[in-house]
């Protein structure tokens, strides 16, 4: 099945600009989706289809996706966006279509 | 305001049975795939099972095909998730997760999760 690699984990201060990693055979074939998920909470998605924010999404949030690497970029970064995070794609030709990648914690500084 | 509840979980032996329940509110149901994704503790998301708008076409991971059944009641707006032969790695936090209308769609509604303990 498809594999997704993020870091395990990226530091950065507030009000500087956090980049999250996530790797993949030609995942830019592919859409990818992100997710932050706060601790003893339920997943929430912050981008969709490698760029697009869903309603509600600070336009902090960004994304890209090219050759074998997708990108999360957060902006300004907040107290409040410590987190994990999670790239996900559907590979339509694997027997396990929906994959996420292995996580990320960002720590605010 | 979309809301999806599950219910259901609990403390279960090795070889038991569980079934999860989602109640969901606030769009239309029988318009969209449903999924249900799970988290070990301290663990990542998987992916579990999907279902068709119209419960024709059902999908699950290797590791729960042949124990795990995914369902859904249009009329109730209800997904469930019928689970049999449970072992101890499907101990997690169960999500119920809102696709769209193509299975390629991102989860874009998850509700608060329901932890299955798996243990004697």
């Known amino acids: 099945s498809y594999v997704l690699t993020q870091p395990p984990s990226v530091s950065v201060a507030p009000g500087q600009t956090a980049r999250i990693t996530c790797g993949g055979n030609?995942?830019?074939?592919?859409?990818v989706h992100w997710y932050q998920q706060k601790p003893g909470q339920a997943p929430v998605l912050v981008v969709y289809?490698?760029?697009d924010r869903p309603s509600g999404i600070p336009e902090r949030f960004s994304g890209s996706n090219s050759g074998n690497t997708a990108t999360l970029t957060i902006s300004r970064v907040e107290a409040g966006d410590e987190a994990d995070y999670y790239c996900q794609v559907w590979d339509s030709s694997s027997d396990l279509p929906y994959v996420f990648g292995t996580g990320t914690k960002v720590t605010v500084l | 305001e979309v809301q999806l509840v599950e219910s259901g979980g609990g403390l279960v032996q090795p070889g038991g049975s569980l079934r999860l329940s989602c109640a969901a509110s606030g769009f239309t149901f029988s318009s969209y795939w449903m999924s249900w994704v799970r988290q070990a503790p301290g663990k990542g998301l998987e992916w579990v099972a999907n279902?068709?708008?119209?419960?024709?076409?059902?999908y699950y991971v290797d590791s729960v095909k042949g124990r795990f059944t995914i369902s859904r009641d249009n009329a109730k707006n209800s997904l469930y998730l019928q689970m049999n032969s449970l072992r101890a790695e499907d101990t997690a936090v169960y999500y119920c997760?809102?696709?769209?209308?193509?299975?390629?769609?991102?989860?874009?509604?998850w509700g608060q999760g329901t932890l299955v303990t798996v243990s004697s």
């Open positions: 289809d490698d760029s």
């Open positions: 030609n995942i830019g074939s592919k859409s």
């Open positions: 997760a809102r696709s769209g209308f193509y299975p390629r769609s991102p989860f874009d509604y």
């Open positions: 279902i068709k708008q119209d419960g024709s076409e059902k």
